[in-house]
């Protein structure tokens, strides 16, 4: 079956824009992560969706991230006000409930350069 | 809080064995997870280990001890496929269903 989509794949903006991440996930899987992987590190937690709400948010880095679930399915990651800083990849999981999260199936990520 | 350190690069030659090891510090977990990542590629989960003791799934094994705080990956039969960067990470008690991650192993497999 299909796996875990995001888009853009890549994504170039200028310093000052907002962006717009997406996340498709697996059909069914109630659980929905965001991470950020900055070059040659490992995967920093953002937040974390149990069906449209969203029990954790502590890993956003500061007011200009935010995110949303709807429909208990796709999500959005916005980054508002972009930062040089921001420059990462953008990777986003699922898992069929909290208690499986051990096991997180990942999308292929969205590569953000801000320029 | 939590952390986890692993060795940042492992190189090895092919067809033997290599172990990449995982301390952590926290206060509680439900088990320890590996994920392999080809470079520019997606994590994919490879291993857990709810329970103390050795999981083995193929060439690849995984071990924890919660009372000396560490786990490992044991890969066998090593390949050139097996190039990769692999990451260590606990679910927390009290913590969601959030993964923390280890900064990850990058492992060179040699002819």
């Known amino acids: 079956g299909a796996g875990v989509s995001q888009s853009p794949s890549n994504k170039v903006t200028e310093k000052g824009k907002d962006v717009e991440l997406r996340c498709d996930p697996i059909?069914?899987?109630?659980?929905l992560y965001w991470y950020r992987q900055s070059l040659g590190q490992g995967l920093e937690f953002l937040i974390y969706?149990?069906?449209?709400?969203?029990?954790?948010k502590s890993g956003l880095p500061s007011d200009r991230f935010s995110a949303e679930r709807t429909g208990g399915s796709v999500s959005t990651l916005t980054i508002q006000r972009t930062q040089q800083e921001d420059s990462a990849v953008y990777l986003c999981?699922?898992?069929?409930?909290?208690?499986?999260?051990?096991?997180?199936?990942f999308g292929p990520g969205t590569r953000l350069t801000v320029t | 809080g939590q952390s986890l350190e692993q060795p940042s690069e492992v190189t090895a030659v092919e067809g033997a064995i290599v172990q990449i090891n995982c301390t952590y510090q926290?206060?509680?977990?439900?088990?320890l997870s590996w994920y392999q990542q080809h470079d520019g590629g997606a994590p994919t989960f490879l291993s857990y280990?709810?329970?103390?003791g050795l999981e083995e799934t193929g060439r690849f094994s995984s071990f924890l001890s919660r009372s000396d705080s560490y786990g490992y990956l044991l890969l066998q039969e090593l390949q050139m496929k097996d190039s990769a960067s692999y990451f260590c990470?606990?679910?927390?008690?009290?913590?969601?269903?959030?993964?923390?991650f280890g900064q990850g192993t990058e492992l060179s497999v040699k002819p």
């Open positions: 990470a606990v679910r927390a008690h009290n913590q969601g269903g959030k993964l923390i």
């Open positions: 969706f149990q069906g449209n709400s969203a029990p954790d």
């Open positions: 926290t206060s509680g977990f439900y088990g």
């Open positions: 280990n709810a329970l103390d």
């Open positions: 059909s069914g899987h109630t659980a």
């Open positions: 999981a699922s898992s069929p409930a909290r208690d499986s999260s051990y096991e997180q199936y």
